[in-house]
């Protein structure tokens, strides 16, 4: 059980994480990527139309290292860009340094839902008390701890009177069974 509610927790936690990510990148993606593309002299209908594309590709691309704007764009589009425009943005450092601030955000959003979880987690370990130590019962003979000396206990196992506490063994009290009619 112990395994299944571990497991449950770890994809809820990766899927809260994403979902949170993704928030934060919706939030300011879109307008930093569409005044970063008119800055390079991508036309503004283009612009706006990779702007306002769904963030989880983006999301996925920067953790994958890839720059996706040469596949957004298109050929068409580079084509009719200066050289060294079309350069700067299919370049290595144009889309990380362009996605770097949306991406703080989100980042800021699941860290800081992850923060309040533990802190919570942390009040409700406090306020469930301390540590359980579950104690095995010792059953002592009728004659109480004196009656251990007279027990020898190769005898009592013999006779099925011993068990097992806490890894020694110890004398069990012999119930009287009353005798029939």
Not at 5 to 18: E, K, P
Not at 101 to 127: E, K, N, W
Not at 135 to 158: D, K, R, S
Request: charge should be negative; charged fraction near 10%.
């Amino acid at each position: 059980m112990l395994a299944t509610f571990t497991s449950s927790a770890s994809v809820l936690s990766i899927g809260v994480f994403f979902s949170l990510m993704i928030v934060g990148l919706s939030s300011g993606l879109p307008s930093t990527l569409q005044h970063g593309l008119l800055a390079h002299g991508v036309p503004p209908a283009d612009a706006s139309r990779i702007a306002h594309l769904p963030p989880v590709s983006t999301l996925f691309a920067s953790f994958l290292g890839y720059n996706p704007v040469k596949t957004l764009l298109g050929s068409h589009v580079l084509h009719t860009l200066p050289a060294k425009d079309a350069h700067t943005l299919t370049g290595r450092s144009f889309f990380p340094h362009l996605i770097s601030g949306p991406f703080h955000t989100a980042l800021v959003y699941a860290f800081s839902f992850a923060i309040a979880a533990c802190v919570i987690a942390a009040v409700a370990s406090l306020l469930r008390g301390g540590m359980y130590h579950h104690q095995e019962e010792i059953v002592l003979p009728a004659g109480g701890i004196e009656g251990l000396a007279a027990v020898e206990p190769q005898a009592a196992v013999e006779q099925g009177t011993a068990e097992q506490v806490g890894g020694a063994p110890a004398v069990a009290a012999a119930k009287a069974v009353p005798e029939g009619p």
